[in-house]
Nanobody, 126 residues
Framework: QVQLVESGGGLVQAGGSLRLSCAAS??????????MGWFRQTPGKERVFVAG????????RYVDSVKGRFTISRDNAKNTVYLQLNSLKPEDTAVYYCAASSTLVITTSTVQYAYWGQGTQVTVSS
């Protein structure tokens, strides 16, 4: 069982930065045994994959639109995953969710993630 709580969202001007955090409470397994992902969703649209990180943190994956601007990382000692958002654009505006998956590799599919946080709003003004 995993409970996830995101924080760090807010209002920022285009070109600015934010750092999202996702703190996990885990029972039955260790946090480091989960692949972690960040997704985002805008009103009326599906939730989409943004970035993922494997158990140890050495492997990462990004959607093309955020490559070079966003960085995902994790601190297994703190049961926390982060998403650094740089060079933000108005089209990055969304609710950002973190999620945990028991898959062996980083997956972009929402159905592969069993646990989700409540989301944090990121708004980028032009």
């Amino acid at each position: 069982q995993v409970q996830l709580v995101e924080s760090g969202g807010g209002l920022v001007q285009a070109g600015g930065s934010l750092r999202l955090s996702c703190a996990a409470s885990v029972s039955g397994r260790t946090f480091s045994s989960y692949v972690m992902g960040w997704f985002r969703q805008t009103p009326g649209k599906e939730r989409v994959f943004v970035a993922g990180i494997n158990w140890g943190g050495a492997g990462t994956r990004y959607v093309d639109s955020v490559k070079g601007r966003f960085t995902i990382s994790r601190d297994n000692a703190k049961n926390t995953v982060y998403l650094q958002l740089n060079s933000l654009k108005p089209e990055d505006t969304a609710v950002y969710y973190c999620a945990a998956s028991s898959t062996l590799v980083i997956t972009t599919s929402t159905v592969q993630y069993a646990y989700w946080g409540q989301g944090t709003q990121v708004t980028v003004s032009s």
